[in-house]
């Protein structure tokens, strides 16, 4: 039994080790581990890619992506790494950088020197990322699509600070079985530079009727 989640917020807090609940706390949904059975297969033109043996309920968290917690400043001139996902859950929350604003139904408490650090961080982007290209599980693997099945959500358990949530990919819709879960990955056109300071570009393989042609 887990509760689902219908649609994206902007946070999701679930109870953590400070809470007086145990492990069958209803309000751990994403702490569970994995629930379907994923496989990892090979694509034509995206390289691998991920889809379940399960039939997938719209709203079930499927997977979190994991890696080594990382400074995202650390990661600016490394190249060659397709596996890191900036914790952009401040800039999802504010709509910044092309991000549609998310539901917001509880506010999270913040310090004047919260409210500080945050101005900074719309500034200067996300200041942490989860880098999984050495170390990570299944989800690095999943792909991007413009018309994805899964969305991503910030989850907070054990403090409050948007910088370090947990990001949890949830079912966006039922899937049904071997069907490639994507979601969206995010970018903003033109936003992504190289060493030389030249505008980047990935084209889309998604395939979907309304695709943006370009990742990035
Ligand atoms: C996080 S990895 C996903 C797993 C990857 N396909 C692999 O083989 O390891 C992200 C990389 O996958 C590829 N990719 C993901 N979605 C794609 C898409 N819709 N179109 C083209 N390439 C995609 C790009 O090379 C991207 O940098």
Same mark, same amino acid.
């Given at each position: ?10 946070? /999701?807090?679930? #109870? ?28 034509? $033109? ?13 709203? !079930? ?16 001139? /490394?190249?060659?790494? =397709? ?5 952009? +859950? ?18 999270? *408490?913040?310090?004047?020197? !919260?409210? %500080?650090?945050? $101005?900074?961080?719309? %500034?200067?982007?996300?200041?942490? +990322?989860? =880098? ?19 969305? /991503?959500? #910030? ?6 600070? @948007?910088?370090?949530?947990? @990001? @949890?990919?949830?079912?966006? $819709?039922?899937?049904? *079985? ?5 979601? $969206? ?6 936003? @992504? ?10 084209? #889309?393989?998604?395939?979907? !009727? ?7």
């Amino acid at each position: 039994m887990f509760l689902r989640l219908v649609e994206p917020r902007d946070v /999701v807090f679930e #109870c953590g080790p400070r809470c007086g609940c145990g492990p069958s706390c209803l309000n751990r949904t994403s702490q569970r581990g994995l629930k379907y059975q994923l496989e990892v297969y090979r694509t034509k $033109d995206k390289g691998w890619a991920v889809r379940s043996r399960d039939l997938i309920p719209s709203g !079930a968290p499927v997977c979190e992506y994991i890696g080594i917690l990382r400074k995202s400043d650390e990661l600016d001139n /490394v190249s060659g790494n =397709d596996y890191i996902f900036d914790i952009d +859950c401040w800039q999802t929350m504010n709509g910044i950088g092309g991000r549609e604003r998310r539901l917001r139904d509880v506010s999270i *408490p913040s310090s004047n020197h !919260a409210k %500080e650090r945050n $101005d900074h961080i719309s %500034e200067t982007g996300p200041e942490f +990322c989860i =880098d999984a290209g050495l170390y990570g599980n299944v989800a690095r693997f999943i792909n991007h699509s413009c018309e994805p099945n899964l969305f /991503v959500q #910030c989850v907070l358990s054990s403090h409050h600070d @948007v910088r370090l949530a947990r @990001v @949890v990919l949830f079912a966006a $819709d039922n899937i049904l *079985p071997m069907q490639e879960l994507t979601y $969206d990955y995010g970018y903003e056109l033109d936003s @992504v530079t190289g060493p030389d300071g030249k505008i980047k570009e990935l084209p #889309c393989y998604c395939g979907t !009727a309304d695709c943006r042609k370009r990742l990035y």
